[in-house]
Each structure stands twice: as C-alpha cells, then as structure tokens.
C-alpha cells in the first residue's frame, strides 16, 4: 500500500494489520498524520498540546523496531484533554491547570501505551466537560469539520472532529451527559457508551457513589469501537464493579440481528422538543434495520421523564460538586471557573442527603421499568441530539422550536434515559440534513448487553457506511 489518502481511510483494524505486515512502516503513518494535522487542525482545534514532530518521529522509528506491537502497535492516537497523560500537558480545559503536566498516567492511558499506540497530544474538551460544545480559555473553541462555523459538540468534541477530519484514526471519549454520542452526531462518526463498570474508572477515591460518567471508543467504524474496547475494557479487581469474565468484541461482531426487536421512542409523545428534519432521519435509519430483518415499532414508555430531568439534575449536581469543591473553595481558583461550573457546584453543595436519596430512588425506579421494557425489546432508540449543530460562536442553545431551555445543557435531555442509569448506548450516524450538517441516533439496551447492542451497529455500518460515504470537505496537504 502506497497511496497516502487510503492510508487515512483505512479502519484502524485494517491499519494494524498493514503495519504488521509491512504494507506501512509505523514512521510513514505518523508522518502522515502529522502531516494532515499540520494542515487541517489549525482550522477546526480538534487537537491541542501536540508533541514535538521529531520526537513523534523518533517513537515511531522505535515501533518500526519493535517485534513485540500490541494492539494498538504504532497507531498515533490523541487522548482526551480530561485524562492525566505523563509528561503531556493535560488542561481540562481549564486555566486552573494551564500549565499542568502530569507525571503520571490514568487507566485508560495506561492502557492505551501498553496496547502500543503512540500518544501524539490531546483532543479538546469543553472545561471539566461541562457542556456539549468543545470551548474554553485555554485552547479556544473545536470546528466542526462538515462546517467550521458549526460546533463539533462535547464533551469529545475534539475527539470527533478529529476522526471525522481524518487526523486519527481511533479516538477515546467519555460521556456523563452524552458527550460521547453528541460529537459522533454532529460528526459523522460513531460514539459507543458502555454499561457503567465495563471500562474500569481509576481506582482513587470514592467509588461508589458517583455512577453517571465512563469512558468509551469513538471511530469511523464499528469494528474500531470494538478494537478500542478490547484494549480499554479490561477489568480491574481493585473496583467494586469488575467484570471479571468477557471476551473480546472483535470476535463477535457478526452476530445475527434478525428478529430482533427495535423500540423508537421518539420525541417521547412530543415531550423533548426537537428540531425540524431530525425524527425523519432517523426513521431512515430504522428502516434500514427493518430491510435487515429487525422489528421496528414506535413505543412510549409508561414513565414520567419529567421525573428522569429532576433526578438528573439532582445527582449531576451532586458529583460535580464532589468532584470540583476543593477549586470552589479556593477563592483564587474559583475566579477562574466557567459560570455553568458554579452553577453545578452551588447547586450540589445545597442539596441535603434526602435529596440524593430521592433522586436515586427515581433512578431505581427507571432501571426496574426499563427491565420490563427490555423483556420485550432488544434495544430503544433515540435521537442524540434535538438540533443540529449549532454555530460555534454560542455556548448552547437557549431555546428549542420556540420552547425555552432552562439550563445550559437542557438541550441535550433527550440522553438522559441512557445516562441515569448507565445503559450501553451506541451513537450512529443517519446522514444529514438539509443544510448538510451530519446527526445521529442513540441505540441502547439492557445493562451488560453491550455486545448486543454493538452487533445491531456493525450490522448497520455494513449496510449504510455513512462516515465513508460522506466525509468532510476538509483536505489536507497529504
């Protein structure tokens, strides 16, 4: 293989495979991807805090040597700007830790140097990933590709636009409030959340009161995810939730779907209010599983998902409060935290153990009528978005089809019945709208189905390819 614009369309499985076999050397893909990096990211921010070409370089020579590559062996790969990189200037986003460069790595990056990726620099996020719109001081705001005066959303939003503009070829993300399904929308590429507790958290601190945020794959294929979470999803005995047995999703990706039965929830009987040309896009993409032998039928569950939001808020407010408190209660850091950080922690710091207590039990109470729903239905389905892309000169949209959002991120409430209770929940891509800009849908399914629910999307980017069928118009000098 010689042709240098096949080199980043090649599935991240397929770009192991030409390295290994010496198709590629590890040095000409990371001059290659440095090389786009070069000329496209100075126009969309996707990727910030890159390392030094030579040195990047020189680590990729080192791979070329290496008789022993993992998984990942001699793929460039920019980690979120939320996960402590040794020796990488990791920000969150924040002016608090503008210049903090850690000395040590978190899990996930742990796992993915030992897998043999080559870490390059960080995507961007908003601060603390407060939001789904990739700005903040430090770094500025992240393009999307299909439109430079369009958000890429967040929290991963440097992580998808980077994918969508083809800079890397895998990328990580996490996801609280859909941070990993909203940027897969708004760019044409896929995010999948797993069920909370299969990619392990750092064993710090506490760890078992706060279940609302993992970290998960985001790619240009299924395959990829599935690639990503072999190296990511590897349980760890010191957390109160291993998953002590699995085997690896790349082996089971073919699995049949047919018969399988697909719920579409919606709008929720007109309660998300959601922008003109979204629900028909996705209708499109249910009719694909239905040519593939799915059953598909509209469904509304018998839940009051006004209660969801409040039970939402609530425990939301309650883990970044915990999380953030001590920046809070310096009044030196606290002049340098974003107006929606305050928000949450001032709002947490005043909620008493019985409000917790109340949100949690709504949260139970969901998980039990979901059981039920799931006796019936293989997976739900909803938009992961109700706009689309918004310019990015704003923070968030302040209203929906006329109805007024009360929040900051109110706007994105249509992830909570997957985020509350920690669902696995792929974000596929549906193709565009009429003004050219890319959404996508939210399949999820029962708690620790996430093979299932990845094998309904494998089947699904087989039939459709969506990110390969319609790149971005960004173009390099590669």
Known sequence: ???????????????????????????????????????INPGINAIVSLRDRNDLIAE?????????????????????????TAGIRTTH??????????????????????????????????????????????????????????????SSGGAAAALAARLVPL????????SLRNPAAYCNV???????????????????????ATDGPMARSVRDLALLMDVIAVPDERLP?????????????????????????????EYYPVESGILPLCEQALAVFARM???????????????????????????????????????????????EAIYEIENGLALSAADVQAASVIRSEWFRYLVSMFQHYDALVLPSAQVFPFEAAIHSP????????????????????????????????????????????QIFGKYGNDMNILQLGEAYHQATRWPQQRPPPVTGTA
């Open 293 to 339: 032998g799915c059953v598909v039928e509209p469904v509304v569950p018998d839940f009051d998902p006004a209660r969801l939001w409040q039970a939402w808020l609530s425990l939301r407010h309650f883990s970044i409060a915990s999380n953030l408190r001590q920046h809070f209660d310096n009044p030196s850091e606290r002049r340098l935290l974003k107006p």
């Open 398 to 441: 302040t209203e929906i089809v006329g109805r007024k959002m009360q929040t900051y991120h109110q706007w994105m409430e249509i992830v909570i019945p997957v985020s509350l209770v920690g669902l696995p929940a792929l974000g596929l891509p549906v193709g565009f709208g009429k003004e050219g800009l890319p959404m996508g849908m």
């Open 60 to 84: 990729a020579h080192a791979a070329d040597n290496d008789p022993h590559g993992g998984a990942l062996h001699g793929i460039p790969f920019a980690i979120k700007n939320l996960v402590e």
């Open 1 to 39: 293989m010689d042709d240098t614009v096949e080199l980043n369309e090649l599935d991240t499985t397929d770009l192991v495979t030409a390295i290994a076999d010496r198709s590629y050397t590890c040095v000409e893909v990371m001059e290659h991807f440095l090389d786009r990096i070069e000329s």
């Open 171 to 178: 990328a990580d993300g996490s996801d609280m409030m859909g």
């Open 93 to 154: 986003g924040s002016p608090i830790f503008a210049n903090h460069i850690p000395t040590i790595d978190d899990l996930l990056a742990v796992r993915i140097r030992n897998a043999g990726a080559i870490i390059i620099g960080k995507t961007n996020t908003p601060e603390f990933g407060l939001g789904s719109q990739s700005f903040n001081p430090v770094h500025g705001v992240t393009r999307n590709p299909y439109d430079p005066d369009k958000t890429a959303g967040g």
């Open 241 to 269: 939730q291993p998953w002590l047995s699995r085997r690896p999703f790349t082996e089971r990706l073919s699995g049949p779907i047919t018969g399988s039965r697909i719920g579409w929830i919606g709008d929720w009987n």
């Open 190 to 212: 896929y995010g999948f959340r797993p069920s909370y507790g299969r990619v392990p958290a750092d064993p710090i601190g506490d760890m078992y009161l706060h279940q609302l």
